[in-house]
Nanobody
């Protein structure tokens, strides 16, 4: 069973930094696009950043120049480096990945989510 486990969230002052990690495990054959989403209270879940298996990246306008998404394919782990954090970055951050699995001789690609990690930016 594929699992995505996020870590690295917490409380940070405005202007500070955090690094989120997303470790994938469990019967993985291949990981395609990895992404980070966030959801603040009362808001819809929104895409923050994504990275393809080849390393192409995409960012929400609100985080461009401040956040950097990366991945270590050998470790099946994705990262989100968040710098110059603002109070409006406060949200639960979720990892998402398209994962290929081989089960009973059949290959399929499914979408998986982590449980979320809280990021709070406040003085």
């Amino acid at each position: 069973q594929v699992q995505l486990v996020e870590s690295g969230g917490g409380l940070v002052q405005p202007g500070g930094s955090l690094r989120l990690s997303c470790a994938a495990s469990g019967g993985i054959f291949s990981i395609y696009t990895m992404a980070w989403y966030r959801q603040a209270p009362g808001n819809k879940r929104e895409l923050v950043a994504s990275i393809t298996s080849g390393g192409s990246t995409n960012y929400a306008d609100s985080v461009k120049g401040r956040f950097t998404i990366s991945r270590d394919n050998a470790k099946n782990t994705g990262y989100l480096q968040m710098n110059s954090l603002k109070p409006e970055d406060t949200a639960v951050y979720y990892c998402n990945a398209g994962v290929g699995v081989l089960y009973n001789g059949r290959y399929s690609v499914n979408d998986y989510w982590g449980q979320g990690t809280q990021v709070t930016v406040s003085s």
